[in-house]
């Protein structure tokens, strides 16, 4: 009699032990990592105080898009870019928006364009030493592709500030990348809570 009330426990206890590990196993493969957003390049012809001719109000901007999960696609929503002139966010110079697309796992994805900005904005843009300072808005959506499934939308909203130096082109030489505010802080906030209550679980168990 007790001895089959052990193996009945000893049995109950496995059982919950794997789902607890199911648990884990779950979360940790359909935990989903937000694409990372750099700038690579960003120049306008106009501010270039060496070529002497501000009529030019374009600026060409590359993005590079980077999906850093292991085996999950990114269906991107229409990408929107907005410009700013720095110190007013108010001053919108331009917007500019890239039709949206599937990007594979472990995939880079990079995008040149041309946008034309405010003429009358851009020729007050600079400083009296011909540098510039600009900030640069990403918003869109975009949904995992977890095998077969779609998960459903999650917002991406990231931007920077961009020192432009009087050649026209961004003071930084390396790319800049893409912040959003507080929201990064608290997925991984979320996310361990997750993983620690998986961990609790899991010991539980024992
Ligand atoms: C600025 O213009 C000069 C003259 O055309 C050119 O040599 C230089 O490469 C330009 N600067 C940048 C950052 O492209
Ligand atoms: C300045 O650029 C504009 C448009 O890009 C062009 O039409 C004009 O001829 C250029 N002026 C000079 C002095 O190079
Ligand atoms: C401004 O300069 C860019 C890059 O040199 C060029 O592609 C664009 O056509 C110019 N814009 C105008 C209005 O001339
Ligand atoms: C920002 O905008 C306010 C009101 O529009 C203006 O008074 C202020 O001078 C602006 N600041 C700069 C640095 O342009
Ligand atoms: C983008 O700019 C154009 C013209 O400046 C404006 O008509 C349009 O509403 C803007 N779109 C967004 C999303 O701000
Ligand atoms: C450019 O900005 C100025 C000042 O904000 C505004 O009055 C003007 O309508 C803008 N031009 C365009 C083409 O959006
Ligand atoms: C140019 O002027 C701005 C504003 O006065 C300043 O923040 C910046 O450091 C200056 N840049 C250089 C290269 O002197
Ligand atoms: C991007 O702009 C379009 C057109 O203005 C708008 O319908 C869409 O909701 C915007 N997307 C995001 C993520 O803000």
Redesign the pocket.
């Known amino acids: 009699m007790a001895d089959q009330q052990g193996g009945c426990c000893r049995c109950c206890c496995s059982f919950i032990f794997t789902l607890g590990l199911t648990a884990l196993f779950m979360w940790l493969s359909l935990r989903t990592d937000n694409p990372t957003c750099y700038i690579q390049y960003f120049?306008l012809?106009g501010l270039?105080?060496?070529?002497k001719n501000s009529t030019n109000n374009s600026l060409v901007i590359e993005l590079k898009l980077e999906n850093g999960n292991k085996d999950k696609g990114i269906y991107y929503d229409a990408i929107n870019l907005t410009f700013y002139d720095f110190p007013n966010k108010s001053h919108l110079m331009g917007n500019y928006t890239i039709p949206g697309f599937y990007q594979g796992h472990k995939k880079k994805a990079t995008r040149l364009e041309t946008v034309d900005l405010n003429k009358t904005l851009l020729s007050k843009a600079t400083y009296p030493n011909g540098t510039a300072k600009f900030r640069v808005d990403l918003a869109t959506a975009v949904r995992f592709k977890i095998m077969a499934w779609k998960t459903k939308r999650h917002k991406l909203d990231v931007g920077s500030d961009v020192d432009v130096?009087n050649?026209?082109?961004k003071t930084y030489e390396k790319k800049i990348k893409l912040r959003s505010g507080a929201s990064d802080h608290k997925r991984y906030c979320a996310q361990m809570g997750a993983l620690v209550s998986s961990v609790v679980l899991v010991f539980l168990d024992f």
């Open positions: 120049y012809p270039n105080t060496t070529l130096n050649q026209g082109s």
